[in-house]
Structures are given as C-alpha cells and as structure tokens.
T-cell receptor, first 114, second 111 residues
Framework: DTGVSQDPRHKITKRGQNVTFRCDPI?????LYWYRQTLGQGPEFLTYFQNEAQLEKSRLLSDRFSAERPKGSFSTLEIQRTEQGDSAMYLC????????????FGSGTRLTVV | GQQLNQSPQSMFIQEGEDVSMNCTSSSIFNTWLWYKQDPGEGPVLLIALYKAGELTSNGRLTAQFGITRKDSFLNISASIPSDVGIYFC???????????FGPGTRLSVLP
C-alpha cells in the first residue's frame, strides 16, 4: 500500500472553468475525507464518506462543489464555475472507522484559479 | 464552530535548542493529534493522545494531553534542520466525529 494518492498534484485553471480532483485512499480504510487548506491556515473540513455514503458536508461546501465516492473506493471532488477564492490546497485523507488513530493525508492538490 | 488556537504562531530557534508549543480550545476534546506539514505536502501524523494527562513520546518529540482536556502541548528536544515545518494540532470531541485543526505553528531552525 502506497498511502493516500491524490491527482493531480497541481492544477491551474481559468476562472469559470470546472475542475475535478481524484483521491485514492488506503485500501482498508472505509472513511475518506476532503479538507481545504489556504495559505497560513490549518486544514478546514469539507466533507467525508463512510464507504460510498456521504455522511457530512461543511457549510464551506457551496453548491458549486460536489464530491462522490461511487464504489466506496476512490473519490472525486468537482468544483464548477471556479472562482479565485477557490485557490487552495485540497487535501484528501482516509481512516478506519472512528478514526481512532487519526487520519492519513495525501500530498494534496494545489489549485490556482487565474 | 469549534476553534483551536496555537501558540506561538511562528518561532525561530537555533539548531540544538528545545522547542515548546501549545494548542488550546474552548471545548473539551477526547482525542488530540499532532501533525507536521512540509511545504507542498500533506500533514503527517506525529503523535496521538487519548487520555487527559497522558504523556506520549515519539523520538525527540513529546506531547501531553492537558488535564482540563482543553489543551495539548508538543515539545521537541535538540532540534535539527529537518524539524523545520508547520506543526498542527487537531482535536476530536467524540470518537467518530471529524477532527478540527488549529492554524499551525511555523518552526524555523537556524544552523
């Protein structure tokens, strides 16, 4: 197992375009999380899945954001009609249920909206 | 929502010095985690704490779960250049709930 993988590592897009990020969690982890991190801040929770079910969404997740985890394995995060304020590092993490041992994070996708 | 505060915001130390940083909350937490993040990478878990008063070490790192359950502390002894990075605390109210992260302490180590 190579840990949590995120793709792409970097994405530059023009304002108004749609972008999609992918996350492959650790295979035996049934929970998958998306966090957003802006410069100088800690990670902020966006949403999480237990298997294929999306169990919680932050109010930070506007209606332009959608996340899926169709078969309980990999997940995608899509941002429609990107805005400059969406520029951030998008972090994916996974854990066993209850997250007793904390999360394992991926290396993140750095999004820049120009 | 819940917020964590970390102190100091940043620190510059000489190689070989010991470092102390803390994390405070207005809420009680059942679990505290400490992570380190290098530039352009995701956070990496350093230490997990599960019980008030608990003291846990990982090499040169030692962390404590505060007695009040509203704070946690991280110490690094004999700092080295690779300790440079941002250190985040994260707290969890109840098992299974999401972790809330602090804003981080940025550590710079001068040779």
């Amino acid at each position: 197992d190579t840990g949590v993988s995120q793709d792409p590592r970097h994405k530059i897009t023009k304002r108004g375009q749609n972008v999609t990020f992918r996350c492959d969690p650790i295979s035996e982890h049934n929970r998958l999380y998306w966090y957003r991190q802006t410069l100088g801040q800690g990670p902020e929770f966006l949403t999480y899945f237990q298997n294929e079910a999306q169990l919680e969404k932050s109010r930070l997740l506007s209606d332009r954001f959608s996340a899926e985890r169709p078969k309980g394995s990999f997940s995608t995060l899509e941002i429609q009609r990107t805005e400059q304020g969406d520029s951030a590092m998008y972090l994916c993490a996974s854990s066993l249920q209850q997250a007793y041992y904390g999360y394992t994070f991926g290396s993140g996708t750095r999004l820049t909206v120009v | 929502g819940q917020q964590l505060n970390q102190s100091p915001q940043s620190m510059f130390i000489q190689e070989g010095e010991d470092v102390s940083m803390n994390c405070t909350s207005s809420s009680i937490f059942n679990t505290w985690l400490w992570y380190k993040q290098d530039p352009g990478e995701g956070p990496v878990l350093l230490i997990a704490l599960y019980k008030a008063g608990e003291l846990t070490s990982n090499g040169r790192l030692t962390a404590q779960f505060g007695i009040t359950r509203k704070d946690s502390f991280l110490n690094i002894s004999a700092s080295i250049p690779s300790d440079v990075g941002i250190y985040f605390c994260a707290g969890q109210n109840n098992y299974g709930q999401n972790f809330v992260f602090g804003p981080g302490t940025r550590l710079s180590v001068l040779p």
